[in-house]
């Protein structure tokens, strides 16, 4: 989900299923640096101006797996219950199943542990999936504000520390150049 959305971690781990679009793959998300509707003080999740983010065909084949017929709450949940003395908004735990939000430490230590391979520390961090969609749109002949849509990000520089194109990108652009081709 974070690749296909190219969204930002803390913006798909605050995702309830009550949000989630799945006929149109698509969701609101509070994101970074998000505008308030009025006031300041005690604002829910609502009162914040939410932008839409949206997923393909991977993740609408996984969701239903991840939910396991659950119809609320959060969509990213821990294998067990907050501790008793915890203080837990009650927006970050299912009321079905008890289970608390899953954290940004929780979900960056799993990838970690499952992505890992010389050791602890060593595996994927959540935020390059986004940088790999960028960077893979951008490989694909997305354009510069396609990528912003897409990223949601303000400013066209923001986006271009992420286009890094791979070796492989920047040989099949310099065969172009090659005497004969009859593209030029």
């Known amino acids: 989900m974070l690749y ?5 971690a ?3 781990l605050g995702v309830n299923i ?6 149109a793959r698509r969701c609101p998300v509070k994101a970074k640096g998000a505008r308030s509707k009025a006031r300041r003080r005690g604002q829910a999740r609502e009162d914040f101006v939410l932008e839409t983010v949206y997923w393909d065909a991977g993740t609408a084949r996984l969701l239903p797996r991840l939910l396991r017929g659950r119809i609320r709450g959060p969509v990213f949940v821990t294998h067990r219950r907050p501790c008793p003395g915890k203080v837990v908004s009650p927006r970050d735990v299912c009321p079905d199943t008890g289970l608390a939000r899953l954290s940004y430490g929780q979900a960056r230590a799993l990838l970690d542990e499952h992505t890992a ?6 595996g994927w961090d959540l935020h390059e999936y986004r940088h790999s ?3 893979h749109l951008g490989e694909q002949g997305a354009s510069l504000l396609t990528l912003m849509a897409k990223s949601r990000h303000k400013k066209p520089e923001n986006v271009r520390r992420y286009f890094k194109p791979s070796p492989e990108a920047i040989s099949e652009l310099t065969s172009l150049l090659a005497p004969g081709d009859s593209r030029r």
Do not use: F, Y
């Not at 296909?4 to 930002?8: I, Q």
């Not at 009550?18 to 006929?23: G, I, M, N, V």
């Not at 391979?117 to 060593?122: E, I, L, N, Y």
């Open 18 to 23: 009550e949000d989630l679009d799945l006929a």
């Open 133 to 135: 969609a960028l960077t």
């Open 10 to 12: 803390e913006e798909i």
């Open 117 to 122: 391979v010389r050791g602890p520390g060593t």
């Open 4 to 8: 296909e959305t190219a969204a930002r």
